[in-house]
């Protein structure tokens, strides 16, 4: 009963330890990871709408840019060649 105890108490241990490692190990990696930016052209099926606001906010707050993409968004209409 008494090494039973110890094997949980192991194993809560090693669990805690690798959720730290994890915490810490990704702490930094969103900075570091993306050093070159590519080029990526968004193309809307329509002209501006409440549709697609959420590429326009996140280009805005720079979640693009965090990420390593330089994003440009081209509107839509009925003339665009997809």
């Known amino acids: 009963m008494k090494h039973r ?5 192991g194993l809560v241990l090693l669990v805690l330890a ?3 490692w994890a915490a810490v190990g990704t702490a930094g990696a ?3 990871r993306h050093a070159k930016t590519d080029k990526v052209t968004l193309q809307l ?3 501006t709408q409440a549709q697609f606001a959420g590429y326009y906010a996140a280009k805005a707050k720079g979640y693009y840019t965090q990420n390593g ?4 968004i081209k509107v839509g209409g009925p003339d665009i060649t997809p």
């Not at 993409?69 to 440009?72: A, E, P």
């Open 18 to 20: 690798g959720a730290v």
């Open 5 to 9: 105890r110890y094997w949980v108490g």
């Open 45 to 47: 099926k329509w002209v």
């Open 30 to 32: 969103g900075t570091a």
């Open 69 to 72: 993409l330089d994003v440009s």
